[in-house]
């Protein structure tokens, strides 16, 4: 069974400081992996995704996350943080078509970005 | 449409009765899901459609869940005598094929059982 572990419930930065945001998964074969945001009474949005190919991936807002497949790893970093960047994050997996294709989530992690 | 629409945004009901959520994906879309969310936490599986197979199911918590995909495209969830325990959030999503392709969700239906 596929899995995904977010260890930080909250992590707090303060504004201008990097933020990592932590992921680590579990599935059967080559990952497909994601970033959601979820902004306060507002729904999931996609950040990025990682397919194939360059283990650093950017999207949207400036985020960019670093696939690591020795420690089965999908970190999520800003270089600079805003505080409107204050929000709830979800890691997500999905396991190849053979696998069955199911996209799980980790338990999210909410971002508290301090003026 | 330009998103996923979901109805009705809100839905309080008595404890018992059966409730009917409707989901709306994105034109093309093959493949569906639909998670719960409540207050704000994790997001839990219930269902998968992909295409004309199988719907994957594994994640409904009780036989008082079921949910149909009619025609390839709208999906409704069905929850039957419900209880206080069903009050949450209920998140739909589509995605084009169900391989690499990103998901996009619609914004929920907040149900309150009373």
């Known amino acids: 069974a596929q899995s995904v572990a977010q260890p930080e419930d909250q992590v707090n930065v303060a504004e201008g400081n990097p933020l990592t945001v932590k992921c680590t998964y579990s599935?059967?074969?080559?990952?497909?992996l994601f970033w959601y945001v979820q902004y306060p009474n507002r729904g999931l949005q996609f950040l990025l995704k990682y397919i194939t190919g360059d283990n650093l991936v950017k999207g949207s807002y400036g985020f960019e996350a670093e696939f690591n497949k020795s420690q089965t790893s999908f970190h999520l970093k800003k270089p600079s943080a805003l505080v409107s960047d204050s929000a709830l994050y979800f890691c997500a997996v999905r396991a190849t078509k053979a696998a069955g294709n199911k996209l799980t989530f980790g338990g999210g992690t909410r971002v508290l970005v301090k003026p | 449409g330009a998103g996923v629409s979901q109805s009705p945004s809100n839905k309080v009901t008595e404890k018992g009765k059966d409730v009917e959520l409707r989901c709306d994906p994105i034109s093309g879309h093959t493949a569906l899901y639909w998670y719960r969310q409540s207050l704000g936490q994790g997001l839990e599986f219930l269902i998968y459609f992909q295409g004309n197979s199988a719907p994957d199911k594994s994640g409904l918590p009780s036989d008082r869940f079921s949910a149909e995909r009619t025609g390839g495209s709208v999906s409704t969830l069905t929850i039957q005598r419900t209880q206080q325990e069903d009050s949450a959030v209920y998140l739909c999503?589509?995605?084009?094929?169900?391989?690499?392709?990103?998901?996009?969700f619609g914004q929920g239906t907040r149900l309150t059982v009373v």
């Open positions: 999503a589509s995605s084009l094929d169900g391989s690499n392709t990103e998901a996009f």
């Open positions: 599935v059967s074969g080559n990952p497909y």
